[in-house]
Nanobody, 123 residues
Framework: VQLQASGGGLVQAGGSLRLACAASDSSFKTSSIGWFRQGPGEERNFVAAISWPDGTTTYHDSVKGRFTITRDNAQNTAFLQMNNLKPEDTALYYC?????????????????WGRGTQVTVSS
């Protein structure tokens, strides 16, 4: 499967963005989907995930209550709704897939990665 992330951009603090992660085929339906982010000079860090098979969602503490991950299996697409954005949310955001596996917060456990989409939040 190939993943394509989109929806990034420049937004003021307090604003919102909706990221999308489109998969190339229906293996999406049997995959956990995760979002990670990487700031300049930083490691790639977990943001949120929606797990196969039960749809359990998990979030990093820094985004709980502000970000929501969802998936649309009919469209082979996952979404990350980001509200009340803060300057510290600025990063390159990546989506990832792990087929037949439950989601984890460890980047090394994810098999497939899309290209990132840049999110920049101005103060």
């Amino acid at each position: 499967v190939q993943l394509q992330a989109s929806g990034g951009g420049l937004v003021q603090a307090g604003g919102s963005l909706r990221l999308a992660c489109a998969a190339s085929d229906s293996s999406f339906k049997t995959s956990s989907i995760g979002w990670f982010r990487q700031g300049p000079g930083e490691e790639r860090n977990f943001v949120a995930a929606i797990s196969w098979p039960d749809g359990t969602t998990t979030y990093h503490d820094s985004v709980k209550g502000r970000f929501t991950i969802t998936r649309d299996n009919a469209q082979n697409t996952a979404f990350l709704q980001m509200n009340n954005l803060k300057p510290e949310d600025t990063a390159l955001y990546y989506c990832a897939a792990a087929r037949w596996l439950a989601a984890t917060d460890r980047p090394q456990n994810w098999h497939t990665w899309g290209r990132g989409t840049q999110v920049t939040v101005s103060s």
